[in-house]
């Protein structure tokens, strides 16, 4: 490959590689970056001229990495990573940006901390925040968007290679509630089993959720059909700021938060719903990323203090 065609190589093109890596199809990847789907096709064509290398295959409806495609894309989030450092650079040389997107229960259980340290210690951040679900954090992880991901990988992502070329630290083991407003009739009986649940309406994230896919393998592990919600809501503060004037039910990550609150009633259900990892993660080829974790090691000691 000659340093000509490097020189035709731009951001835009690393980032569609990242995207296409990440979502695994070419139409996704265009609506992702507002394109037509013949743009997109161009684009990949351009980019594997420039290589002089095929970096996709097809599999199956959508498109996968080639060998030469998986070596490559360690090298584009690193560039991708770089030039994120240089904005912030430019932007405010006094600090360093550093660009999160977090889970919405986390804003009740760990990211305050999380914060407080970035912007107290040494060096003292300048944070971005962003709330999305599982799949849309991964996918910015991995396109470079964003430099940290506070949650958990979606559960798709479990034998994707991509992941291989992340890194995590595990704060906490969650663990889920299943909530109901304070008044509800629910609320003073104990115990409760799973099938007392299913006479209620619910209100639940969307089907990819985490927390949804958690509770669902809780009621098929009883043999049961688990409920189908009444009600979707974005996010986790939706959910429970529907509870307040409803019967309805949801399920939500645990938090002292939660528990304190005098509005909602945590209901004691007979079965355990399985806990989720929660989790710092990054790419390991961002340095910056690494040294805003390595900054964050008394935040797993001091989330245990309230885990108990």
């Known amino acids: 490959m000659s340093s000509a065609r490097l020189d035709h190589l731009r951001i835009k093109q690393l980032r569609f590689v990242g995207l296409l890596a ?45 060998e030469q495609g998986r070596a490559l894309l360690p090298r584009c989030q690193t560039v991708l990573g770089e030039v994120g450092a240089m904005r912030a650079s430019i932007q405010g040389a006094e600090a360093p940006l550093l660009r999160i997107g977090a889970f919405p229960h986390t804003t009740t259980t760990v990211l305050p901390k999380i914060v407080r340290d970035l912007i107290s210690g040494t060096p003292a951040w300048r944070l971005q925040l962003f709330e999305q679900s599982a799949e849309d954090l991964l996918e910015r992880l991995l396109a470079g968007e964003i430099d940290l991901m506070l949650g958990r990988l979606p559960r798709k992502a479990s034998n994707n290679e991509l992941v291989a070329s992340l890194a995590q630290r ?39 959720s985490t927390t949804r896919v958690a509770l669902m393998d ?89 885990r108990g």
């Open 22 to 66: 990440s979502l695994g199809s070419l139409a996704a990847t265009a609506e992702h970056l507002s394109m037509t789907a013949s743009a997109a096709s161009m684009m990949l064509k351009e980019i594997e001229g420039i290589f002089n290398v095929k970096l996709f295959r097809r599999q199956g409806r959508g498109m996968a990495l080639t």
């Open 170 to 208: 595990v704060l906490y083991e969650g663990s889920l509630s299943v909530v109901c407003r304070r008044k509800h009739p629910l609320a003073d009986q104990r115990p409760l089993p799973l099938e007392a649940l299913l006479e209620w309406p619910w209100v639940l994230p969307n089907e990819q």
């Open 218 to 306: 809780a009621f098929l592990r009883q043999g049961l059909t688990p409920p189908v919600p009444v009600v979707e809501a974005p996010s986790y503060f939706y959910g429970l700021s529907l509870l307040a004037e409803t019967d309805l039910l949801t399920c939500c990550a645990s938090s002292p938060g939660l528990s304190d609150d005098k509005r909602f009633s945590i209901l004691p259900v007979e079965v355990s719903l399985n806990a989720t990892p929660v989790a710092l993660i990054w790419r390991k080829s961002s340095a910056e990323a690494q040294r805003a974790v390595d900054q964050l090691d008394r935040v797993a000691a001091a989330v245990a203090d309230w």
